[in-house]
């Protein structure tokens, strides 16, 4: 009976994966449009640890695995202080986005938005502020931008 109703147990992954950004990519050459499909990852397990990954493949389960795979190879560690949060206000530009993180206090919240707010949940920050002081909306480019926030916290600490 025990054995009719046995469970398969899969190891069960450290990291959080989260999908920010799935868009149809066409590339016009002399043959004809060649359509692929690029998705943009992030990965955490809500310690500290960040990782983001870009990736192109022909259907959409391709390019998610794949970025997955980029993503885990590019992990970070961000420096969390005890109360969830971090320690002083950074300021961060990638191309045209410029993404303002500060801290908050305990209790506060996630006060963030789009990808930012992504990045900072699988983080594991709780308590932030954050703002996004340029105009544009491109996903890929405020990530980026957060993540290079998170590379000044830890280079000044």
Known sequence: MKDQKRQFNKPQDEFESKLLDLTRVTRVT??????????IIVVGDRKGKIGLGVS??????????????VAKKNLMIVPI?????????????????????????????????????TLCQLAGIQDVSSKVLSRTKNKLNNAKATIKAFELLARQI
Not at 31 to 38: N, Y
Not at 56 to 69: E, F, H, R
């Open 30 to 39: 002399a043959g004809g449009k060649q359509l692929r499909f690029r998705a």
């Open 56 to 69: 192109k493949g022909l259907d959409v389960s391709q390019a998610i695995d794949k970025a997955t795979k």
């Open 81 to 117: 202080n005890k109360e969830g949060g971090i320690d002083h206000e950074v300021e961060a530009k990638f191309g045209p986005s410029v993404i303002l993180l500060k801290p908050q206090k305990k209790g506060k919240g996630l006060m963030a938005g789009g990808a930012v707010r």
